[in-house]
């Protein structure tokens, strides 16, 4: 079992910054691909950002691309998405989720089988 924790969201104005975190309690993130999905409210869950678990491939939401970067340490502790110039369509609860050892990362929720408790983004206008 993998426990997920999410850290860096809050309340910004638009065209701000924040770094999301996530890390798994206790331990690695091993061999895993690592994926951020956000929902809003009323809306389905969508992917935002992916990494393979070697570091690449990454891959990004239409919406997000050249404003967010996803990134993964090297020791393997840790997955970040840098949210450049903020939108107040950005504001979400974000999820970070892995898949098991050595699977591909993917755009769908399908393809992660652990995910974080969320973190809170705001962007006001």
């Known amino acids: 079992q993998v426990q997920l924790v999410e850290s860096g969201g809050g309340l910004v104005q638009a065209g701000d910054s924040l770094r999301l975190s996530c890390a798994a309690s206790g331990r690695t993130l091993g061999s895993r691909s690592m994926g951020w999905f956000r929902q809003a409210p009323g809306k389905e869950r969508e992917f935002v950002a992916g990494?393979?678990?070697?570091?690449?491939?990454?891959r990004y939401a239409d919406s997000v691309e050249g404003r967010f970067t996803i990134s993964r340490d090297k020791r393997r502790t840790l997955v970040l998405l840098q949210m450049n110039r903020l939108q107040s369509e950005d504001t979400a609860v974000y999820y970070c989720a892995a898949t098991e050892p050595v699977k591909p990362m993917g755009i769908r929720t399908d393809d992660y089988a652990y995910w974080g408790q969320g973190t809170q983004v705001s962007v006001s206008s």
């Open positions: 990494i393979g678990w070697k570091g690449d491939p990454t």
